[in-house]
């Protein structure tokens, strides 16, 4: 069975500083690698996701993550962050078994608070 | 185009009642997954379904959860004798599946509270 963890669970930044979050995860089979992000009061959206090729996938709002196979993990970054960031980020697998059966596997989430 | 849905979006039950959360996937998306969000944990996968195949049930916690399908559209997630441990943000979810879309699009939740 895969596990994701997530390392931090609360990151305060300032604006306009960058941020990374951290995800690692285990698994026996090969997967595919998701972040969501969860506004106040707002249901998951999809900011970026890994299925194959190149291992640096960008996303909305200027997220980018880069899958390292070796490390098994799949860091989110962004190079100048907003106010309107301010969320719960999740790190999520879903196993590559061959089925059409995608459910994912989430980490704890990590709180982003960009603060002026 | 219209995302998924969830209603209601707030229930407040008494311990030892059935409740029943119902999700109305994208037009068209073959796959529906459940998933439950605890207050400070991650997404817990409850249940999936695939056309008119049989359903992964593996993550439903106890024989008090079901959930169905009907016509591979609607889904319902019901609750029998809540307790208050069953306190969650229940989660929908449907994705297409053919052509190698896997993403799973989110409705914005059933907040249930058992008191």
């Known amino acids: 069975a895969q596990s994701v963890t997530q390392l931090d669970s609360q990151v305060p930044v300032f604006e306009e500083a960058p941020v990374e979050l951290r995800c690692n995860y285990s698994s026996s089979v090969s997967v595919y690698l998701f972040w969501y992000v969860q506004y106040p009061n707002q249901g998951l959206q999809l900011l970026l996701k890994y299925l194959s090729g190149s291992t640096l996938v960008k996303g909305i709002n200027g997220f980018e993550a880069e899958f390292n196979k070796s490390q098994t993990s799949f860091h989110l970054r962004k190079p100048s962050v907003h106010i309107s960031d301010t969320a719960e980020y999740f790190c999520?697998?879903?196993?590559?078994?061959?089925?059409?059966?995608?459910?994912?596997?989430f980490g704890k989430g990590t709180l982003l608070t960009v603060n002026p | 185009g219209a995302g998924v849905s969830q209603s209601p979006s707030n229930k407040v039950t008494e311990k030892g009642k059935d409740v029943e959360l119902r999700c109305d996937p994208i037009?068209?998306?073959?796959?529906l997954y459940w998933y439950r969000q605890r207050l400070g944990q991650g997404l817990e996968f409850l249940i999936y379904?695939?056309?008119?195949?049989?359903?992964?049930k593996s993550g439903l916690p106890s024989d008090r959860f079901s959930a169905e399908r009907t016509g591979g559209s609607v889904s319902t997630l019901t609750i029998q004798r809540t307790q208050q441990e069953d306190s969650a943000v229940y989660l929908c979810?449907?994705?297409?599946?053919?052509?190698?879309?896997?993403?799973?699009?989110f409705g914005p939740g059933t907040r249930l509270t058992v008191l």
């Open positions: 037009s068209g998306h073959t796959a």
């Open positions: 379904f695939q056309g008119n195949s049989a359903p992964d």
């Open positions: 999520a697998v879903s196993e590559n078994s061959g089925g059409s059966n995608y459910k994912l596997t």
């Open positions: 979810a449907s994705s297409l599946v053919a052509g190698g879309s896997i993403t799973q699009y």
